[in-house]
């Protein structure tokens, strides 16, 4: 059978260093909130209670990597103390479970994992599965630490973050401890908690700032030296991907992402050396993926709100106003047999849309006689939407 595939130069020796999935080993250029963590949860390994612990900065700039290196390191100290309780950690990603009641299920199926209990599934009551979660965390007869990454996409919905530090005051659990470890990309999250929440988490918080290019460096050197062979990169390559990427988000993920693509551009033209030039190509590429990868990010509504505008925008029919949108939007919903919501909502998931840079938003007054309203069109490529739905969709 003859196929398309075919023998390619290979400059990779370890092609998963380069992915959004590898943990390194060492953590580089975190030192500062590595200490910072370590001081949070010193408590732990010291026989007392834990602090709750939040943990905030952009995307890609190592909050969740560090944390998992921290859960490790705690892990393994209490192992290593004498007289130290077991520590247990249980990280559920709130992205996929948006709401107290589906992470706590999450968190449940999470601790039995590694025992013969059944999991749990939906349709038992709130009570039901907050009681069946803190029976797990008992029977560990130690210390628990829930990580909650993406917290704030809970909104406020804070029932779990309610419940689970009071555990203990209200009877709940007795031979057991338990903190919360929430990560999120929001800085204003906790400011959308209840007060009464607020009170009752009393966190540490840990900031993460952006990497700057001397950082990036750092990190593109050791991932180029696991990932590459020794003479494949221009001079040039490392310090033009991590000046992007400082530049834009500091964001270790995408630089390390344009480093991947910039060999990438060379494997496929069949060149034994990445130069500056794949980089320039790389920086399209990411940018594509990064815009697909956000609008996989919107909530379900928000996605139908960007397919209205990319329709009409497909049909000249842009820059158009929010309620000539709204009636693409009810059309759009029906196709996904979803309840439409009011065109307030929808009026606000335009502007969200316009500030994350989907949308360009036109401030139009024409006086007493025309009255002044937005319109909107498209910011991004509409095939672009069109394939990330599809994706979504599958």
């Known amino acids: 059978m003859k196929t398309p595939f075919r023998d390619r130069v290979e400059l990779f020796t370890n092609k998963d260093v380069l ?18 963590y370590a ?3 010193q408590d732990v390994v010291d026989g007392w209670e834990p ?35 077991d520590v247990v950690s249980v990280e559920v990603n709130c992205h996929h479970h948006p709401s107290s009641y ?52 809970l909104g406020d919905d804070d029932m779990l973050l309610y419940q689970l530090p009071r555990a203990k005051t209200n009877g709940n659990i007795s031979d057991s401890q338990v903190a919360v470890v929430g990560i999120s990309n929001d800085y204003t999250f906790r400011n959308d908690l209840s007060p009464k929440v607020q009170d009752t988490l009393c966190e540490r918080e840990i900031k993460f700032p952006p990497y700057d290019a001397n950082e990036l460096v750092t990190i ?29 988000r500091g964001s ?17 033209d069949g060149r034994e050396v990445v130069s500056e030039e794949d980089v320039d ?8 993926g990064r815009i697909k990868d956000s609008i996989k990010d919107l909530t379900t509504h928000g996605q139908y709100v960007l397919l209205a505008v990319t329709q009409m925008s497909v049909s000249g029919e842009t820059p158009a106003r929010a309620k000539e949108l709204y009636e693409v939007y009810e059309e759009v919903a029906a196709e996904y047999a979803a ?8 009026h606000d998931h335009l502007n969200d849309l316009s500030m994350l840079g989907f949308l360009r938003q036109h401030d139009r007054n024409y006086g007493r006689g025309g009255g002044q309203f937005f319109e909107y069109e498209l910011d991004v490529d509409a095939e672009m939407v069109r394939e990330a739905m599809a994706d979504e969709a599958e």
């Open 339 to 346: 309840e439409p919501l009011s065109q307030r909502s929808v």
């Open 102 to 153: 589906q992470a706590a299920i999450a968190l449940v199926n999470e601790l039995r994992a590694d025992t013969d209990r059944d999991p749990l599934t939906t349709g038992l009551s709130t009570s039901d599965v907050l009681n069946a979660l803190f029976d797990e965390i008992e029977a560990r007869e130690g210390t628990v630490l829930i990580v909650l990454d993406e917290i704030d996409n």
């Open 281 to 288: 190509t790389a920086v399209e590429r990411v940018e594509r």
């Open 252 to 268: 270790a993920r995408q630089a390390i992402d344009l480093l991947r693509e910039a060999v990438n551009v060379a494997v496929e």
């Open 39 to 41: 001081n949070a949860l």
């Open 51 to 85: 602090d709750n612990v939040f943990v905030y900065g952009k995307t890609g700039v190592g909050k969740t990597a560090v944390t998992r290196y921290m859960m490790d390191a705690l892990e393994y100290e209490a192992e290593e103390r004498d007289g130290v309780d």
């Open 19 to 36: 992915k959004d999935h590898y943990e390194p080993e060492e953590i580089l250029e975190r030192d500062e909130e590595i200490d910072q």
């Open 220 to 248: 593109l050197t050791d991932r180029a030296e696991r990932g590459l062979r020794g003479d494949v990169l221009d001079d040039g390559v490392i310090p033009q991907c991590a000046a992007l990427a400082a530049r834009d």
